[in-house]
């Protein structure tokens, strides 16, 4: 499966990004996918994960309440909702196919004022 990430950019403190990850070339809705992120000198980490059907969603702590994972098999994509956005929360997003251990791009975020 390839996977196309965006949505990244600049955004204030408090503030709403959505990612969004396209995916083409597998059944999108056998893949549980996930949403990865890695700051600057800190390791990857998995964020957020949903399954093929979106009945089960799983979300790191320090995210728990402020971003939403969701998905759209219609649309082969996988989205990411981030609110109350933190300067800590800046990183690298990236989304991953779980199910097939494949990777997107990455799509920047930085939070800052």
């Known amino acids: 499966v390839q996977l196309q990430a965006s949505g990244g950019g600049l955004v204030q403190p408090g503030g709403s990004l959505r990612l969004s990850c396209a995916a083409s070339g597998s059944i999108f809705s056998i893949n549980v996918m996930g949403w990865y992120r890695q700051a600057p000198g800190k390791q990857r980490e998995l964020v957020a994960s949903?399954?093929?059907?979106?009945?089960?969603?799983n979300y790191a702590d320090s995210v728990k309440g402020r971003f939403f994972i969701s998905r759209d098999n219609a649309k082969n994509t996988v989205y990411l909702q981030m609110n109350s956005l933190k300067p800590e929360d800046t990183a690298v997003y990236y989304c991953r196919s779980l199910t097939l251990n494949s990777w997107g791009q990455g799509t920047k975020v930085t939070v800052s004022s």
């Open positions: 949903i399954t093929g059907g979106g009945g089960i969603t």
